[in-house]
């Protein structure tokens, strides 16, 4: 536990750094542990060292997990969440992070609204074209966004993406900044939409991520390596 102690105060260092090159509060910025690389004991711990903030990519997982924490932690569902499992995680997820589908989001409106919810999710938005990940392209937004504000149980509150894994940080970069001016795009183009929350970043990209807007960073291996 000493080193998982370190590696996170490390990443707290780490964005306070990236924060002073950009300009922002370290205090903005959430990070959310990928809890899939942690047993039980492991992450009420993290939580006695000021973690919040739990991500989960599995549903089954996430239900499992959840009645073994203590305190209150807030769950982030982080996976690609099927419709068969909406019932499972919409009870615990704070936030879920990987909307694409409008199909999904009704069905989950549905199944907030049975038990008296507003849902908290992010549109997953597939920056790089990569034919291999989930994620909807950044030009279909304005139409999923119009459809998505129908839902009365459902609150949208921003924008999230995954970036290559690649050691080009250029194009990294470039991700990470179109997503941010995406979601300004939209805020923009929506009067009234707010959105507020970037989830970009992971334990390999996550200081390009702060410096260039994110408000949720998902690390896991970074912490428990």
Known sequence: MEKIALNLNNIRNNIMSSCEIAGRDPSL???????KYADADQINKLMDLGITDL???????LLAKSKKISGNP????????QSNKIKKVVPIAHYIHSIDKIDTLS???QFAGSIGKIQKVLIEVNISDEENKFGINKDELN?????????????LCGL???????????????????????????????????????????SN?????????????????????
Not at 29 to 35: D, G, L, M, R, S
């Open 29 to 35: 910025i959430k990070i959310v542990v990928a809890t």
């Open 107 to 109: 069905k989950i409106n």
């Open 143 to 155: 139409n999923f966004v119009m459809n998505a504000r129908k839902y009365d149980n459902i609150k």
């Open 74 to 81: 807030v769950w982030h569902f982080i996976g690609h969440l």
């Open 205 to 225: 990209d996550y200081r390009i991520a702060v410096e260039e807007g994110t408000t949720m960073v998902r690390i896991g291996s970074a912490i428990f390596k």
């Open 55 to 61: 991500g989960e990519n599995k549903a089954e997982d």
């Open 160 to 202: 999230m993406t995954m970036a290559p894994y690649t050691e080009d940080y250029k194009y990294i970069r470039y991700i990470f900044c179109t997503l941010r001016n995406t979601m300004g795009d939209l805020n923009s183009y929506f009067k009234d939409l707010n959105l507020s929350e970037l989830s970009m970043g992971m």
